[in-house]
């Protein structure tokens, strides 16, 4: 398998997150407008498309840069992996976080636009409350409890389909309907949409999903205490070819 330059794999999270946004915003406009009377029924659709969505970009993204799409997802990677050199470098992690938010903003853009609106229209959509905040620990805890748990039982082809499936239902049992993600969360805020979130409840979100962080490694590390060694898996298995080799392989 020939290494994947620096490049391509920034440029698959950018694209693979910019899709993602575009999916749950899009479908958050098409769900408004298809049941404009049933709130119920409009985040049932926005969750199935954005669950099917998630699952089909890992699986066109993942072999190139493990399809993370999500800066809590390469922080964790970076952080198990960093001992046993199958993470992400610190370098690597930067390029990540900031082509997954850039990605992000470029997503509601792109979704804005599809659905002729404004291309930015900040959100009005207040989401500040303790028990969202609660909600959005949970939910991002569960994900990585998720994935780095397939990495370390050798169940990574099955993350397609898992990850989509978890964040589909945590639409439903989180009360801050699972944002999990703090690229996502600050793509959101540039839409006035059905997904939207307003720009002063973005910094109360991620804070929640970084003690989301800490509470899912700090799990992760306790019932998988090797799960570092499995890092180079996280989501799909993929070359990480900045990083040094694991110890005892060339």
């Known amino acids: 398998m020939n290494p994947v330059a620096t490049w391509r794999r920034l ?21 408004t ?3 404009p009377d049933d709130v119920g029924l409009q985040l049932l659709e926005n969750s199935v498309a954005t669950a099917f969505a998630l699952g089909a970009l890992i699986l066109t993204f993942g072999p190139v840069s493990g ?16 001992r046993s050199g199958t993470g992400l470098t610190g370098t690597q992690l930067g390029g990540y976080a900031l082509a997954q938010t850039a990605g992000a903003i470029a997503g509601s853009v792109l979704a804005n636009l599809m659905f002729d609106l404004a291309a930015v229209d900040f959100s009005g959509k207040q989401r500040s409350a303790g028990h969202l905040w609660l909600g959005e620990v949970v939910a991002t805890a569960g ?12 169940r990574a082809a099955v993350a397609p389909a898992a990850v989509g499936a978890y964040i589909g239902a945590a639409y439903w049992f989180t009360s801050s309907t699972s944002f999990a993600n703090p690229a996502v969360t600050i793509g959101r805020a540039f839409t ?9 409840s973005v910094p109360g979100f991620i804070v929640a999903q970084l003690v989301g962080l800490i509470v899912g490694t700090g799990l992760l590390l306790a ?26 392989h060339p």
């Not at 006035?192 to 002063?200: E, R, S």
């Not at 205490?225 to 110890?247: F, L, R, Y």
């Open 11 to 31: 440029l698959a999270e950018f694209v693979g997150t910019a899709l993602l946004v575009t999916a749950v915003v899009g479908s958050g406009v098409m769900a």
């Open 143 to 154: 994900l990585l409890l998720l994935i780095f748990a397939l990495a370390r039982s050798g």
């Open 67 to 82: 399809a993370h799409f999500n800066p809590v997802v390469s922080a964790a990677d970076w952080f198990l992996g960093r």
């Open 223 to 248: 019932l998988y205490p090797g799960v570092g060694q499995a890092a180079g898996e996280v989501v799909v298995a993929h070359d990480n070819t900045d990083a040094p080799s694991p110890v005892g």
């Open 192 to 200: 006035d949409t059905f997904a939207g979130i307003a720009p002063a």
């Open 33 to 35: 407008t298809l049941s």
